[in-house]
């Protein structure tokens, strides 16, 4: 999948790592976001799959080190110029134990207006071609989507979201919208469930609009052909 | 290829297959001496990225007892276009597509490296995947909200045209009709009562006016939209108001007086999402999902009254014979179970709360059928979100992993033959010149149902050699078994995935060596290990772990070098040097003891056991431990106490838990704040080094683990602590004058070893 440049720092912010839910569930692993769990699932660098075979002639073993009790207190760690072992390798995506990052750059707040005026105008688009209770429906969740906007009610991360997703369905990128909406839904479902699925409505009626409307001109443009290569004979369009 | 080793992964590695013996022996009195029985781990979906499906349908072999599928084995006559079967020796015409073949223009299922090949079927239109979810209403408030926009989240995840269908229960079954316009109505039902499949779909409106009795055959959606389209709906028409839906959910609304458990009638919710499945589209794939976040305590399978005073069986209160509702219980689940595998459907449970909540009772609802079991504390936490969504997860194609509604069949050749299989399946009981009478696992046929799986779904598949003690090697000198997978793919498709191996016979008196050489100990480990956990099911905890200690002495017997007067001078050779240990843990494992767990996550450990591919199976059976340190690069030890430093940081990895420990001395630096200090960033990395590498597990591991980070003196330090071997004797310990840091005491392996020798 390519996005678009200028998206970096928003990309960015979204691999995160939060920490469990460690008050309802004991030993509670983090969680992931949306995008780092994408990005799983590829070849490990480092597979912890070995083992090592127990002594042959059965004897205990004592271990080397400073086990027994009552010790000194050790010194400090070796310091960085003495170290033998290189740092570990550092992933494109270091986890953090901390709420999500803002993005580093400072970008002028995403506006509620840029983010609802092509939502409405995309479900005017396709007014005529849905069924009016569908259309309702979609109008009704975009009107809860800047209400909530407007009362304050959705975090950072979830309004640039929006205004990406709004950018990229400008542009027909039909996949890349519906995973951001999707990255919503996983990362934010508190946040936006009660509308998103309007906005995912939206997508997938554009979409269906669009290779429509390509068709028909697919169509059109070889009949058109037809019609000057075989002159005089009858065509049903 | 210059070792075993590279030559059983690569094998691994191209056919999802792992033999105990790679060099076979070639009789069976031989065989049978050989204590590990000749057996395979297969996963018949592993993923191969490098295999793109051929879009035709197999060649099979024209002999109808056999029709096994054309394959490298066989031997081709290019210019008569025929080929032989490998299996039964019939010689078969090639069909007319197959005119143009030559030496030089093989089809691909003749070449070597399509040992293991898929083939994409075109009849039949596709039938969309489903999805029937059935929620338990008797939560705690946020714990419900919790779950809800999971299962809102979900619609997101499903492809558009799933059908997906929503069941709700408490002291009540409500069945939900799924409409796009107006009012949403239900049909509500008694939990006290079970109903038959005729009676639920007579109640549901589903039953069609006077049909005669028609053949099996895969349902098709747009035939009968009138009927099922009610409960079940495409996500794409449906998505908008079945999130409001379960956007209004509300707690189940019968007051839970004090002192008593809610009533929660979960056999008869699942009885009729089983019925509602049954009558509206057997033989495609679906999921009945059932979400629950306490027990089963009215109607059938009930598992527990209501009064809390009364807990729910332990151990303890099921040797003594003190489980009332147990057997009853089982046996509803069990019904439900082999109905739903009959339908081609599967059922996964996902249960989360902190008590247990009937996963011994239900637990044949996913075995049998392949569903997931998934045990968690709240619907509110990280490892149900994140597991739940991880269902979902899509391969490098953009579809789904899970795949439905499949049968494998084994073909073997004539001196073998299939004794049973072990794994989330049910016997289709086709019986043939390839099934032995000997079972191990189930047994007594050559094929078996899956009905969900995906693509780390491992079955354990047992053989016999049937080959008499005096009879010549077989012309070739090779045997081989053929693995048949018919399957619904995610993408709808019907496909046909086909693996074909083959291994040297060898006589076991002139050949011993040999046969040692190629042994898999890995591979043995498991799959002995299953066969143990398989046996728990009918025979008691103790019989079961004797047995598991005599076929060990056997193994020992016949492959070590020793001195009878000398237990130290026991020697095993390499292939086997890792087998003593595994067996070591697993008798300790919590697959077979029981002590220390509850029923429910005895149920849930062996069901997670019983389907995984060989990597992960091994990781629970003897944890991973890895130790970081400042003297090199992260390495394996030992799971045993010595490993234990102060100066270590140590990862372990038991496959349901990662455990991160700091030795003591790590832990003061960490507390005295190093790590903050430039001059000592090396020590930072090597605090990040090891939750980087569990970073990696958690991110990918079907079900999501626990995340434990201890350290020295830390009272979670004792689930490392209880998984290392003491490797000080009694004496040792009380002679250093401190209490052990092992919970147990109890004897290391060298003690074991020692006495198996003096038996």
Known sequence: ?237 | MATYLEFIQQNEERDGVRFSWNVWPSSRLEATRMVVPLACLLTPLKERPDLPPVQYEPVLCSRPTCKAVLNPLCQVDYRAKLWACNFCFQRNQFPPAYAGISEVNQPAELMPQFSTIEYVIQRGAPSPLIFLYVVDTCLEEDDLQALKESLQMSLSLLPPDALVGLITFGRMVQVHELSCEGISKSYVFRGTKDLTAKQIQDMLGLTKPAMPMQPVRPAQPQERPSVSSRFLQPIHKIDMNLTDLLGELQRDPWPVPQGKRPLRSTGVALSIAVGLLEGTFPNTGARIMLFTGGPPTQGPGMVVGDELKVPIRSWHDIEKDNARFMKKATKHYEMLANRTAANGHCIDIYACALDQTGLLEMKCCPNLTGGYMVMGDSFNTSLFKQTFQRIFSKDFNGNFRMAFGATLEVKTSRELKVAGAIGPCVSLNVKGPCVSENELGVGGTSQWKICGLDPTTTLGIYFEVVNQHNAPIPQGGRGAIQVVTHYQHSSTQRRIRVTTVARNWADVQSQLKHIEAAFDQEAAAVLMARLGVFRTESEEGPDVLRWLDRQLIRLCQKFGQYNKEDPMSFRLSDSFSLYPQFMFHLRRSPFLQVFNNSPDESSYYRHHFARQDLTQSLIMIQPILYSYSFHGPPEPVLLDSSSILADRILLMDTFFQIVIYLGETIAQWRKAGYQDMPEYENFKHLLQAPLDDAQEILQARFPMPRYIHTEHGGSQARFLLSKVNPSQTHNNLYAWGQVSNCQEFEEGPGYFFKMLLLN
């Open chain 1, 1 to 237: 999948m390519t996005y678009p440049a200028g998206r970096a720092e928003v990309e960015m912010a979204e691999l995160y790592v939060k920490p469990g839910n460690t008050e309802r569930g004991w030993n509670d692993p983090p969680q992931f976001s949306y995008g780092l769990q994408i990005q799983a699932g590829g070849p490990k660098r480092s597979p912890l799959t070995k083992r090592v075979a127990a002594p042959q002639d059965g004897s205990p073993r004592v271990p080397t080190s400073e086990t027994s009790p009552g010790h000194p207190p050790m010194g400090p760690p070796p310091p960085s110029s003495k170290a033998s072992r290189p740092p570990p390798f550092v992933g494109s995506c270091p986890p953090s134990r901390t709420e999500p990052m803002d993005s580093p750059v400072v970008e002028s707040e995403t506006l509620l207006e840029d983010v609802l005026r092509p939502l409405e105008q995309a479900l005017e688009d396709c007014r005529g071609h849905i069924k009016k209770q569908v259309c309702d429906d979609i109008s009704r969740r975009l009107a809860l989507l800047q209400e909530q906007w407007a009362g304050g009610k959705l975090s950072t991360p979830v309004k640039k979201r929006m205004a990406l997703l709004v950018q990229v369905l400008s542009s027909h990128q039909w996949d890349a919208a519906d995973d951001i909406h999707r990255s919503l839904m996983v990362d934010h479902v508190t946040e936006v469930s009660q509308w998103m699925v309007g906005v995912k409505r939206l997508i997938a009626v554009k979409r269906s609009l669009f290779s429509e409307e390509a068709a028909n001109e697919e169509k059109s443009i070889i009949t058109a052909e037809q019609n000057q290569t075989v002159p005089g004979v009858q065509h049903d369009l």
